[in-house]
């Protein structure tokens, strides 16, 4: 079945541009996604990216996709303190959402 | 707008004991789901649901019961709580348009059993 993963932690500096990855195996989801988990609490869309688009920006947020290796990626300029949360990657599979682990985004003074 | 509503937000379990998770959700929407989130594994789907009356297994459905007799709700029953059921339970709703799943997640119960 489909597999997606990320790594479990990212520590950067509060200021810095955050890069989360996420790398996956099936190639046939027509919609990736980011969501966002702050503690103790549900998690929520951030953003999304359609499958033949490469690159989607929203404010700080970038999302870039390359199909080719199966890589989607969430950039974070300019990280906050509010920032700090864990970031799931999915993917969308016969309406279902098959889900990474999670990044857990830790913000360095 | 209440979206998806979880009760209750946290739980302390025998084991043995059965319980009953309520997940609510006003948004008509017609999929829902019940995850359970370990750290370092992500969500796993236990159970979920394409319509009221329709209902079928996720990745680890073993012990877990449910059922949709409305669109609007969607309970999940542990049926004899096990230690290895202790987690964080999300109930999501999500709907589909243009090949677009938007999902909304419930704010969780965390269940201890021992």
């Known amino acids: 079945g489909e597999d997606v993963e990320q790594s479990l932690f990212l520590s950067v500096r509060e200021g810095d541009s955050s890069v989360i990855n996420c790398t996956y195996t099936?190639?046939?989801?027509?919609?990736l996604y980011w969501y966002k988990q702050e503690p103790g609490a549900g998690l929520q869309l951030l953003t999304y990216?359609?499958?033949n688009m490469d690159m989607k920006q929203d404010q700080r947020l970038t999302v870039l996709l390359n199909k080719k290796d199966k890589h989607l990626s969430l950039r974070i300029a300019d990280t906050q303190t509010g920032d700090s949360a864990i970031y799931f990657c999915?993917?969308?599979?016969?309406?279902?959402?098959?889900w990474g682990a999670g990044t857990k985004l830790i913000i360095k003074p | 707008n209440a979206g998806v509503t979880q009760t209750p937000k946290f739980q302390v379990l025998k084991t043995g004991q059965s319980m009953t998770l309520q997940c609510a959700q006003d948004?008509?929407?017609?999929?829902m789901s019940w995850y359970r989130q370990d750290p370092g594994m992500g969500l796993r789907l236990i159970h979920y649901?394409?319509?009221?009356?329709?209902?079928d297994q996720g990745e680890v459905p073993n012990g877990y019961n449910v059922s949709r007799s409305t669109t609007e709700d969607f309970p999940l029953r542990l049926l004899s709580a096990a230690p290895s059921q202790t987690s964080v339970y999300f109930c999501?709703?999500?709907?589909?348009?243009?090949?677009?799943?938007?999902?909304?997640f419930g704010q969780g119960t965390r269940l201890t059993v021992v």
């Open positions: 999501a709703s999500s709907y589909v348009t243009g090949g677009n799943t938007e999902a909304f």
């Open positions: 948004m008509n929407h017609e999929y």
């Open positions: 649901s394409v319509g009221a009356g329709i209902t």
């Open positions: 099936d190639s046939s989801s027509t919609y």
């Open positions: 990216i359609f499958s």
């Open positions: 999915a993917l969308d599979s016969n309406y279902q959402l098959i």
